[in-house]
């Protein structure tokens, strides 16, 4: 799984620079270098825009190449540049200004918001949380009790422990008998033959790529065991400024990215080729599978892609709150909107 939380301090240091300056810039700080896309449109007649990753790319990130190589955001007037996240992180990028959208996570958001930092989601990239606790079979974890004994490969979050707490004890299990040791950023496989034994882990990609390996795991979805954990992760944001600066820019930026998300569900086979020819570090075998597993989850059961529902904020917020790892409880009607996907519902 991603180390999402540690960004969260240089994160929590720019509420310092809102409370005097507000959320600063408008849009994108720098010109796009991007105008693929449908043929006819003049880039000099495009508005630039940046939108930063929370990580390296990933099929997570499908439907925002799609947009861009398919011509979507182009037909929205806009010349996107997807770009990877600074030291900072993206969280930062966005909040600040520097980056008007950028892709993060429920937790990240909920935390930012509770101490003053204005992030908005605009929308689920994903419908159902897709992580949880992965384990090579040979360690023999299959239930969270299992983990009792065992070395974890932790990134330092305390959201960490907590999750595992809440897991085990539906299990009878004791999370103290848990040994935490910290990998950094070592990846999964490197971190199993090294003495840990299991990690969070995002099985669309990682799960996918231990199939190709032909190294099976044991997974336990922590939505599985608490509904207060099937949260939205990834979800794509802005900051309130720009939304209330320029929420047609908004709209339309949103409404370019559904269409490559739809047309990845439509076509994942298509879309792992757009994602392959724009990322091409990337392993396409991986792609592929990774596309193919995830494509029927970005809507799931939804009314349409990126759809969040009020309940699924409050019930992680008040879980959050309830372990200790929020200073105060959420506002969640601030903290999404639904108002500019196509079409949209009420928040």
Same mark, same amino acid.
């Given at each position: 799984?991603?180390?999402?939380?540690?960004?969260?301090?240089?994160?929590?240091?720019?509420?310092?620079?809102?409370?005097?300056? /507000?959320?600063?810039?408008?849009?994108?700080?720098?010109?796009?270098?991007?105008?693929?896309?449908?043929?006819?449109?003049?880039?000099?007649?495009?508005?630039?825009?940046?939108?930063?990753?929370?990580?390296?790319?990933?099929?997570?990130?499908?439907?925002?190449?799609?947009?861009?190589?398919?011509?979507?955001?182009?037909?929205?007037?806009?010349?996107?540049?997807?770009?990877?996240?600074?030291?900072? +992180?993206?969280?930062?990028?966005?909040?600040?200004?520097?980056?008007?959208?950028?892709?993060?996570?429920?937790?990240?958001?909920?935390?930012?918001?509770?101490? /003053?930092?204005?992030?908005?989601?605009?929308?689920?990239?994903?419908?159902?949380?897709?992580?949880?606790?992965?384990?090579?079979?040979?360690?023999?974890?299959?239930?969270?009790?299992?983990?009792?004994?065992?070395?974890?490969?932790?990134?330092?979050?305390?959201?960490?422990?907590?999750?595992?707490?809440?897991?085990?004890?539906?299990? +009878?299990?004791?999370?103290?008998?848990?040994?935490?040791?910290?990998?950094?950023?070592?990846?999964?496989?490197?971190?199993?033959?090294? /003495?840990?034994?299991?990690?969070?882990?995002?099985?669309?990609?990682? +799960?996918?790529?231990?199939?190709?390996?032909?190294?099976?795991?044991?997974?336990?979805?922590?939505?599985?065991?608490?509904?207060?954990?099937?949260?939205?992760?990834?979800?794509?944001?802005?900051?309130?400024?720009?939304?209330?600066?320029?929420?047609?820019?908004?709209?339309?930026?949103?409404?370019?990215?559904?269409?490559?998300?739809?047309?990845?569900?439509?076509?994942?086979?298509?879309?792992?080729?757009?994602?392959?020819?724009?990322?091409?570090?990337?392993?396409?075998?991986?792609?592929?599978?990774?596309?193919?597993?995830?494509?029927? %989850?970005?809507?799931?059961?939804? %009314?349409?892609?990126?759809?969040?529902?009020?309940?699924?904020?409050?019930?992680?917020?008040?879980?959050?709150?309830?372990?200790?790892?929020?200073?105060? %409880?959420?506002?969640?009607?601030?903290?999404?909107?639904?108002?500019?996907?196509?079409?949209? /519902?009420?928040?």
């Amino acid at each position: 799984m991603n180390r999402h939380w540690n960004k969260l301090l240089p994160l929590l240091a720019v509420c310092l620079l809102l409370i005097t300056a /507000g959320c600063g810039g408008k849009g994108s700080s720098s010109p796009a270098n991007n105008s693929q896309g449908a043929e006819g449109a003049s880039s000099s007649a495009l508005k630039d825009v940046q939108v930063v990753l929370d990580w390296t790319p990933n099929t997570n990130h499908t439907g925002l190449y799609v947009a861009q190589q398919m011509g979507y955001y182009k037909d929205a007037g806009l010349n996107v540049e997807i770009i990877t996240p600074g030291q900072g +992180g993206a969280d930062t990028m966005v909040a600040s200004g520097k980056v008007p959208f950028g892709i993060s996570y429920q937790e990240s958001v909920t935390q930012a918001r509770v101490q /003053g930092v204005p992030l908005v989601s605009l929308a689920a990239v994903i419908q159902h949380n897709s992580s949880g606790f992965a384990s090579p079979v040979d360690r023999n974890i299959k239930t969270p009790k299992d983990m009792e004994g065992k070395s974890y490969g932790a990134w330092g979050s305390p959201v960490e422990e907590a999750v595992m707490k809440s897991i085990m004890t539906t299990d +009878g299990g004791d999370v103290s008998k848990v040994k935490s040791v910290n990998i950094g950023d070592a990846d999964f496989f490197t971190a199993v033959k090294k /003495g840990i034994d299991f990690a969070w882990i995002f099985y669309g990609w990682t +799960g996918v790529e231990a199939e190709l390996r032909g190294e099976p795991l044991n997974m336990m979805y922590v939505k599985d065991y608490s509904p207060n954990l099937d949260y939205y992760t990834p979800v794509i944001v802005t900051n309130e400024k720009q939304i209330q600066q320029d929420p047609e820019l908004v709209k339309a930026f949103m409404s370019a990215t559904a269409k490559g998300y739809e047309y990845a569900i439509a076509n994942p086979d298509k879309a792992a080729d757009i994602l392959i020819k724009a990322v091409p570090d990337l392993d396409p075998e991986l792609v592929k599978a990774s596309q193919k597993w995830l494509s029927p %989850k970005y809507q799931d059961d939804a %009314k349409q892609w990126g759809m969040q529902k009020p309940e699924i904020w409050s019930g992680y917020a008040d879980w959050m709150y309830e372990q200790g790892l929020l200073d105060a %409880k959420l506002d969640d009607s601030k903290a999404f909107t639904n108002d500019y996907l196509p079409a949209a /519902g009420t928040k």
